[in-house]
């Protein structure tokens, strides 16, 4: 009885949940509206100066927000642990999301750039949150898959493929970074913008499986998301592949 009480608890939105839906929100709302300033405003949509990257970063950082405050309550980790890690990651998304704002309003770069002593802080800033990034994330996924999730067969499958995907996700981003940065102190910045695209679709594909094949749990059966998490997974190999052969 105490275990059934423990998990129904855990599921309610509390202080940490509501936070991370409120900022996630927020992040999604400045994603849209840089996406009307791109319609207003005009220029590349691709490039290191556009406003691409703060439609992107907020979309997507503030639905990864939204999803982990969601998902987590299905793992089986500490309160005060979860709770310390989605106010850590939160911010850290705050913290992304806002870097890359800042420089494109400055219209200037915000990756790689170390022309300038606030540019470097930037770079540096979005670089150290890239790394916290990986460690809250990875924690959760490790979660996953120590202890089989609560929510039934579906959803346990549901939430280790998806923190696998992302797993796959941040590694990619990792490595676009670094790739990136050796280019940068090679062949400058403009080769190093370049030199990621082959990686962009690796990326993107697995980013979001997290927040996708829960959702599909939730709502069919468990044979929907077998399929599901097959497709997930043959989509993402596929663009790995793309990626090596374009390297």
Known sequence: MTSVTTRTTVRRPRAPETLSYV??????????????VFFVDGGPWNGPVSWRKPVTFGLSFGLTLI??????????????????????????????????????????????????????????ALAV????????????????????????PGMALALRTGFA??????????????????????????????????????????????LVLPVLARLFSHRVVVAASAAYVTAVAGAGVWALLQL
């Open 165 to 210: 995907m992302l797993l796959i996700a941040l590694a990619t981003g990792a490595a676009m970074i670094a790739y990136g940065v050796v280019i940068t102190g090679t062949d400058g910045q403009q080769a190093a913008y370049h030199s990621t695209e082959a990686l962009k679709p690796l990326h993107g594909v697995s980013l979001h499986a997290i």
């Open 67 to 124: 999803a982990l405050a969601w998902v987590t309550s299905y793992l089986r980790i500490g309160d005060r642990a979860r709770t310390a890690l989605l106010g850590l990651f939160a911010a850290d998304c705050v913290l992304e999301v806002a870097g890359i704002t800042v420089q494109a309003w400055r219209g200037v770069p915000s990756h790689f750039n170390r022309e300038t002593p606030f540019d470097s802080t930037v770079a540096t």
């Open 23 to 36: 900022t996630g929100a927020v992040l999604v709302a400045a994603g849209l509206f840089h996406l009307v």
């Open 129 to 152: 949150g890239g790394v916290l990034l990986v460690v809250i994330l990875t924690t959760f996924a490790v979660a996953s898959f120590r202890h089989r999730p609560d929510g039934g």
